[in-house]
Nanobody, 123 residues
Framework: QVQLQESGPGLVKPSQTLSLTCTVS??????????WSWIRQPPGKGLEWMAA???????YYSPSLKSHTSISRDTSKNQFSLQLSSVTPEDTAVYYC???????????????WGQGTQVTVSS
């Protein structure tokens, strides 16, 4: 059984950097074929794919977020992380980590999701 669990602060101040970690169990993030993504859903809006890291460590970013987003991994802990710098209230959302056969916005490609973590950007 593959499980993903997001962790991070629930509240971040504007202009700060948001750091989130996804801990994976039941599968290795280095297993060939899979991509590990961060996806968010602002209140009242649809899902937005943000970034992904492949089994070989290759990274992929949404063009609209690339300038202030960084994805990384710690293979010893079977975790991958997201950093989003210079956050604004528009970054308020539920943040999900997920495993997929590809990355991007074809949601049917994703087979396992974390439960999501609410992040609010407010002073």
């Amino acid at each position: 059984q593959v499980q993903l669990q997001e962790s991070g602060p629930g509240l971040v101040k504007p202009s700060q950097t948001l750091s989130l970690t996804c801990t994976v169990s039941g599968a290795s993030i280095t297993t060939y074929y899979y991509y590990w993504s961060w996806i968010r859903q602002p209140p009242g809006k649809g899902l937005e794919w943000m970034a992904a890291i492949g089994s070989d460590g290759s990274t992929y970013y949404s063009p609209s977020l690339k300038s202030h987003t960084s994805i990384s991994r710690d293979t010893s802990k079977n975790q991958f992380s997201l950093q989003l710098s210079s956050v604004t209230p528009e970054d308020t959302a539920v943040y999900y980590c997920a495993r997929g056969a590809d990355y991007g916005t074809y949601w049917s490609d994703y087979d396992y999701w974390g439960q999501g973590t609410q992040v609010t950007v407010s002073s």
